[in-house]
T-cell receptor, first 115, second 110 residues
Framework: GAVVSQHPSWVICKSGTSVKIECRSL??????MFWYRQFPKQSLMLMAT?????????EQGVEKDKFLINHASLTLSTLTVTSAHPEDSSFYIC???????????FGSGTRLTVV | QKEVEQDPGPLSVPEGAIVSLNCTYS??????FMWYRQYSRKGPELLMY????GNKEDGRFTAQVDKSSKYISLFIRDSQPSDSATYLC??????????FGSGTKLNVKP
């Protein structure tokens, strides 16, 4: 089945630094990938839709200059959290759809802790 | 009002019990419905996918959609300790944007 690899699984960074999270579709091409953020006991929140070769579409309230998304190839999308602050600490998850009309495959998530 | 409402639990049941997980929603345009299972510190894993109303069965899992009541359910028969996880419902009107419930934490005790 479709596999989405997300890296790193967890990262601790200092406040003010930037962190890059990678999301790769391993055995299929994904023209569209999605980035979510999950707070404890809350819904997955869609942050942005990443389209290969074009600018990402951000959801209302998500700062595009803070959360930089690059989808340079059909198998790789990256999310960069710039100038991270403790309130950015969260669980970030990416997903992609293989192409069949059967739901989305999620990465394993990245736990970001900003200290 | 949230688009999707889901009781966060936790729900604790003995091994072998039948588990019922539910979500309600407000948008009558939703027609794609999914259930995901998420283990701690992992990404969600698709369990069931249904389109429009009706039932769908896959092994020990049964998904039900009642569009007239805006209510969906996931039933787990003969629950196992390995079923202990958080279960998320998700739904969409056009498969372009999904709305997730907050997840129900399930604990199946041996």
């Amino acid at each position: 089945g479709a596999v989405v690899s997300q890296h790193p699984s967890w990262v601790i960074c200092k406040s003010g630094t930037s962190v890059k999270i990678e999301c790769r579709s391993l055995d299929f091409q994904a023209t569209t990938m999605f980035w979510y953020r999950q707070f404890p006991k809350q819904s997955l929140m869609l942050m942005a839709t990443s389209n290969e070769g074009s600018k990402a579409t951000y959801e209302q309230g998500v700062e595009k200059d803070k959360f930089l998304i690059n989808h340079a190839s059909l198998t790789l999308s990256t999310l960069t959290v710039t100038s991270a602050h403790p309130e950015d600490s969260s669980f970030y998850i990416c997903s992609a759809m293989e192409g069949s009309n059967y739901g989305y495959t999620f990465g394993s998530g990245t736990r970001l802790t900003v200290v | 009002q949230k688009e999707v409402e889901q009781d966060p639990g936790p729900l604790s049941v003995p091994e072998g019990a039948i588990v019922s997980l539910n979500c309600t929603y407000s948008n009558s345009a939703f027609q794609y419905f999914m259930w995901y299972r998420q283990y701690s510190r992992k990404g969600p894993e698709l369990l069931m996918y249904t389109y429009s109303s009706g039932n769908k069965e896959d092994g020990r899992f049964t998904a039900q959609v009642d569009k007239s009541s805006k209510y969906i359910s996931l039933f787990i028969r003969d629950s196992q300790p390995s079923d202990s996880a958080t279960y998320l419902c998700a739904m969409s009107a056009d498969f372009n944007k999904f709305y997730f419930g907050s997840g129900t934490k399930l604990n199946v005790k041996p």
